[in-house]
């Protein structure tokens, strides 16, 4: 059985969009022989997660060299481009032990808080909240939420109309419930938003019938590694997602592309324009204070709804990730190792970034994180004795 942490950051957890799937067709590996997407290891590079997530998914190259390069950056080891789809691993390391004694590389779940993870997911906790608070595991309560929603509005089935409104009340729950609740650009916009729709065109079945694809409930449990007991209590067994058997991913020609990820991302602001605020709780429940998007984008953008435009999504993504990679690097990297990714970041991020699409004159960026003192869950830690599971 594969025992990394299950990502608390990606599409299954529905905090980061994709590392998640890349955990669920590595695991494949290990109990059908005829599947094989990701090394056993645990520990991806590019080459891994572009052929991997095309073979098993149908998730276009455009989308996986971004998704792969910023997590590089963010979570794992930009001279070699590895990094681990659970929690810490010391394979990542191109410098070695040296590696060790500069920083923690801290894989996309666990301390990866915030990076390439955030709060308020599918089905995982929220790293800082008081109680249900791994982002590593999956809680029956966040699924249960789910299911009914769906039945509720399609006697069922999923849609992306139910992932946009349950991310919607994940949203108020993490505001309600938990004083630390924080959601950057990045990880609480992009990728939570990128994550609930990832559920949905990644995980639906197709057939001819259903050539744009259909998510039933067992389906998704079975995603998810959830089932039902006699008395139709959900039970989660974690470790144990798998791609169900009889499914079918997206057609060769139909494939699911950056470009389509900021399309929906931006129609999600659009429907809940709250859930597009940057900013977080202060120390206590009910306290969300927002950020001024003019001030962080240097005007760019100046409120919420100028988000629903998909092209200002996307360059708006570029300039957070660019403002935030120095300092997520400086906790890290030092010395001579940190001017030598520094300056990757011309060579390997930007090129990834420009995928994002064409942003001319786009300003400078403000890192949320280096003026957030008031928000107690904007300060990240690389590692700690927490138990990553719980």
Known sequence: MFDKALVAAVLLNGAAAFPHIAELVAKQKLEEPNHGYLPRSGVVDADDINTGLWEAFGLDKTA????????????????SGRWSIGYHSDKT????????????????????????????????????????NSNCASYPQFMQELLDLAKARTGGNITPQVMAEHQYNRKQHSVATNPNYFSPPYA??????GA??????????????????????????????????DAGNLQYTYGHERIPDN??????????????????????????????????????VNSFDGFDLGDISGGFINAAEDLQDPQRMGCFIAQAIRADTPSFLDNVFSGAALTQVLGLVGTKLEPALALLGDCPNLPAGKSV?????????AQMQGSGSRNPYK
């Open 188 to 193: 609480g916009i992009a990728f939570t938003f």
């Open 247 to 284: 499914w079918y991913r997206r057609a060769n020609d139909d494939p699911w592309t950056l470009t389509d990820i900021v399309i929906s991302t931006a129609q999600q602001c659009a429907s809940y324009p709250d859930n597009c605020k940057v900013g977080g709780n202060t120390g206590e």
């Open 93 to 132: 390391q191109s410098l070695g032990p040296l590696g060790d004694l500069l920083g923690n590389e801290t894989g996309i779940c666990a301390y990866g808080h915030l990076r390439s993870e955030g709060d308020a997911s599918i089905t995982r906790g929220d790293w800082l909240a008081p109680d249900m």
């Open 64 to 79: 996986t060299i971004f998704l792969q390069t910023a997590t590089s950056f963010f979570n794992g080891d930009p001279l």
């Open 196 to 229: 609930h729709m990832f559920a949905f065109e990644l995980l639906a079945n197709h057939s001819a019938e259903e050539p744009r694809g259909f998510l039933t409930p067992q389906v998704f449990m079975e995603f998810f590694s959830y089932t039902q007991d």
């Open 369 to 377: 994180f280096g003026m957030s003192s008031k928000y107690p869950g």
